[in-house]
T-cell receptor, first 108, second 115 residues
Framework: DAKTTQPNSMESNEEEPVHLPCNHSTISGTDYIHWYRQLPSQGPEYVIHGLTSNVNNRMASLAIAEDRKSSTLILHRATLRDAAVYYCILRGNTPLVFGKGTRLSVIA | DTGVSQDPRHKITKRGQNVTFRCDPISEHNRLYWYRQTLGQGPEFLTYFQNEAQLEKSRLLSDRFSAERPKGSFSTLEIQRTEQGDSAMYLC?????????????FGPGTRLTVL
């Protein structure tokens, strides 16, 4: 499985945008970039995914570099409810391989 | 609510006992995955099904673990002769694979404690 590199932790103030980076220099042409998050004491939750173009949904935006070797998950206005571990995962139709993710703290 | 459900939510057992967990996926989802998560770690893949066929098993899945999805709907995960190292959260997820990738929806998990 192609590997991803994410910062261990990040901090954000409430109602400010958050940019969560992910490096994946060994990504293959068929790998989709998936983001999941896990809130405390809950199962993981799908956030967004993309292949080549930037993607937006009601939860977040995904900005993918032109060479696809990195991507950024953007939360437009962080709320306390967004405090979670965010996982960046490369895959096609294979099971999810979770790394350590980025623990996001949101400060009121 | 028509999300993924898991039963039981908590299970405490003594070492050496057998336990069985159940997962009910979202209706119409053709894929069902089992993961295990220990404290402070990300979930680890155990096995998955497409309809009733078990397509892959992780090397983590010892022969004490068995999973079934008899009619392509609900699934069971059985652990025989439990060990203390089996204590973990067992997560189930389901998805509908129609293209080259799928979105997995997770259940709340079953927390197993082996005494």
């Amino acid at each position: 499985d192609a590997k991803t590199t994410q910062p261990n932790s990040m901090e954000s103030n409430e109602e400010e945008p958050v940019h969560l980076p992910c490096n994946h220099s060994t990504i293959s042409g068929t790998d989709y970039i998936h983001w999941y998050r896990q809130l405390p004491s809950q199962g993981p939750e799908y956030v967004i995914h993309g292949l080549t173009s930037n993607v937006n949904n009601r939860m977040a935006s995904l900005a993918i570099a032109e060479d696809r070797k990195s991507s950024t998950l953007i939360l437009h206005r962080a709320t306390l409810r967004d405090a979670a571990v965010y996982y960046c995962i490369l895959r096609g139709n294979t099971p999810l391989v979770f790394g350590k993710g980025t623990r996001l703290s949101v400060i009121a | 609510d028509t999300g993924v459900s898991q039963d039981p939510r908590h299970k405490i057992t003594k070492r050496g006992q057998n336990v069985t967990f159940r997962c009910d996926p979202i209706s119409e989802h053709n894929r069902l995955y089992w993961y295990r998560q220990t404290l402070g770690q990300g979930p680890e893949f155990l096995t998955y099904f497409q309809n009733e066929a078990q397509l892959e098993k992780s090397r983590l899945l010892s022969d004490r673990f068995s999973a079934e999805r008899p009619k392509g709907s609900f699934s069971t995960l059985e652990i025989q002769r439990t060990e203390q190292g089996d204590s973990a959260m067992y997560l189930c997820a389901s998805s509908l694979l129609v293209h080259a990738t799928d979105t997995q929806y997770f259940g709340p998990g079953t927390r197993l404690t082996v005494l």
